[in-house]
């Protein structure tokens, strides 16, 4: 598959496909004219990149876990799950700290408003 046709059937733009062979997420092979060319597999490999980057995932944490997606491709080895959950607490604890700045300026702002009256 050409790198034309991955896009267009993952609905990922060229340039993004190749940051995610940049990044080793992605691989492709160059045909002797310097093209590159994807395995019958690559869109479901779109697929899990896109999904785990939805879920806040970097790129480094991305390239450690995709070796391991069951064959079934939606679910993962025991042996990266718990790499999994510490990314899934520091989420949590960014989320606690950016309730307590939404509620800091929240009190901010009905004081501002309260004196403005």
């Known amino acids: ?14 340039r993004l496909l190749r940051y995610y062979e940049d990044q ?9 004219g310097g093209h590159r ?11 899990q990149i896109r999904a785990l980057l939805g879920a ?6 991305i ?9 079934d491709g939606v679910g993962l080895q025991a042996c990266v799950l718990d790499h ?3 990314h899934l607490t520091d989420l949590d604890q960014r989320i606690d700290e950016l309730q307590e700045a939404r ?9 501002s408003l309260a004196a403005a009256h």
């Not at 080793?24 to 002797?32: A, H, I």
Request: with cysteine; glycine share 10%.
């Open 103 to 111: 509620g800091a300026l929240s009190e901010l702002l009905d004081r």
């Open 84 to 86: 999994v959950r510490s």
């Open 37 to 47: 060319t994807y395995a019958p597999d690559a869109p479901a490999r779109v697929g």
């Open 24 to 32: 080793g997420l992605l691989e492709s092979v160059r045909t002797s």
């Open 63 to 71: 390239r450690e876990v995709m070796p391991c997606f069951l064959d």
């Open 1 to 14: 598959m050409k790198i034309g046709d991955l896009a267009r059937v993952t609905g990922v733009n060229v």
């Open 56 to 61: 806040g995932l970097p790129t480094k944490v």
